[in-house]
């Protein structure tokens, strides 16, 4: 078994990149790929405990897309594995694109201060992310430790949604890789750009979202995945049929187009209660990484 598909704590895991690996070995997986969100900061950690252990373990990304519903690109994420991480190009990318996303942060806290008159500031927000990378949940948790009069009646749900695309407080990221830069960056840095788990977007034809996929120029596709486990389907009448039908449908396409197939449990550590290999990735998958 392998697990193409894993986060630490460089991004929103709560394991490191070694204890990661430990974990695996501990299960017996044969190959696992670290796959954080829009950073490299834990490949080379990941690869140098990995050597010389009896697992093999492939240097990865996973960058989310710029938003463009015109597209039905909607939260899409692409997998990029066997990625070189001393790109300079996905280096410096990843750099532009991380600087506009804290600075879009907290000019979502300025205008929830000044427009909305909430109590907040950027720097409580910093503070209590702790060094990790500022994302919602701390401003929301923000919100609710200093304003508990104006949010009465409000779900944590609803603030969500008041600082997300859509919402009164949200502000657009200046800087954000569409769909097709994301494939090249990807390529540039000699990795294999994959469509993360297919069978979560909110897309009117599901093959021919995989058939645009591969038309921009998408490699690989995830097959196995804890869909039970994930949005938008975790919790919901649809887990089930979502875990047994899904990872089908998708071999069919993968087939269909010559795609490379992959897997991952996009075990995060914590709470949804996914192991590393859950997803019960074959083997057989690891020819087209080595
Ligand atoms: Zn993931």
Redesign the pocket.
Known sequence: MIDL?L?SNKSDGSDSPSQLIDKALALKIKAIAL?D?DNIDGVKEFLSYGENKDIIVLPGI?ISIRHEPEREIEDV?I?GLNIDYNSTKLINTLKKQKDGRLKQKEQICTRLKEELGYNITYEEVKSIAGGHIIGRPHIVEIIIKNNPDKIKGKTKNDLFKMISLGGTAYVDREYELNFEESIEIINSAGGIPII??PGIYKVSNRSKFIEFCVNAGIKGIEIEYTYSKNRPFYNTEKAEWAQEYLPGFYRKLAEKFNLVKSG?S?Y?GGEKGIKIGEANVPEKYLKDFI
Do not use: S
């Open positions: 598909h986060h796959t969100h996973e994420h997998v993360a788990h991952g996009d995060h």
